[in-house]
């Protein structure tokens, strides 16, 4: 500051006048009062100015550690270019995924348990049905209709009955298809009232054979209730697996 007040206060003089013969003063060399304050106020006003200049580029450098400091803090980490989640995006995630995978894991423990009892109720109608392996061998499991129509089937108390008669009447089956996809309700309706229609018929069958049988020839088979064909609960799933 005190260069450029002796700078300022030079380019201030007033240049003497000179008079010949006359010598010059040091006094005419001295600026007035007033000129002196205007000079000094512009210097004291340059001086703050770049003292605060000075202080906000100090303050500025302090802060920036800090400042990238949080940033870090609140942007998500990378491993190897991938973003990594925080405590927060984990919880989003497991309240998002816990309720899907208990989900899937019920409905996987409830198609199991279908197939298992499906295919334990067929292995047993193979006795009562022959050739119904076989039959269930050309329908479509990929359709939706079709495994809605099983599961239909496998909870009623005939099922093997019902299953023979609906692959023996494909009309029947169509039918109940059709149901199925605009009428779900009225669809079990039909499958229920055939499932009694079987069992009616089936009764009055067994009437009739126990009139006409002799009492003396009505004997009972050691082999009664043994399945003697080779229809396996394995066979049945892998038919139902590679048919989805």
């Known amino acids: ?35 002196v304050s205007k000079i000094v106020a512009r210097e004291r006003s340059k001086a703050y100015e770049k003292g605060k200049q000075e202080a906000r580029m100090e303050l500025e450098q302090q802060q920036a550690p800090a ?27 497991i309240a998002e995924q816990v309720p899907q995978y208990l989900q899937q894991q019920a409905t996987d423990f409830h198609n199991k348990q279908f197939v298992d009892s499906f295919v334990s109720k067929m292995q047993a109608a ?10 269930l061998n ?9 495994m809605k129509l099983l599961q239909m089937a496998n909870n009623l108390e005939n099922t093997g009955a019902i299953m023979n008669e609906l692959i023996e ?16 309700k009225l669809a079990q309706q039909k499958l229920a009232s055939l499932s009694n229609s079987i069992k009616v018929n089936q009764e009055a069958m067994n009437q009739d054979k126990s009139a006409q049988q002799p ?3 009505m004997k009972s088979s050691v082999n009664a209730g043994v399945d003697d064909h080779n229809l396996s609960v394995k066979d049945l799933k892998k038919m139902f697996s590679s048919k989805r």
Do not use: C, W
Request: glycine share 8%.
């Open 1 to 35: 500051m005190t260069d450029s007040l002796d700078t300022d206060l030079q380019g201030e003089l007033v240049e003497p006048v000179v008079s010949e013969g006359v010598p010059v003063s040091n006094a005419d060399n001295v600026l007035d009062k007033a000129t």
């Open 67 to 93: 400042q990238a400091l949080q940033q870090a803090q609140a942007a998500p980490s990378t491993f190897g270019g991938m973003p990594q989640m925080n405590h927060e995006d984990i919880q989003r995630m």
């Open 126 to 135: 193979e006795q009562h049905h022959p050739g119904l392996e076989t039959k």
């Open 138 to 146: 050309d329908l479509d499991y990929s359709q939706p209709g079709t």
């Open 169 to 184: 009447n494909p009309e029947k089956m169509g039918s109940i298809l059709t149901l199925l996809h605009e009428q779900p």
């Open 215 to 217: 009492i003396g020839q």
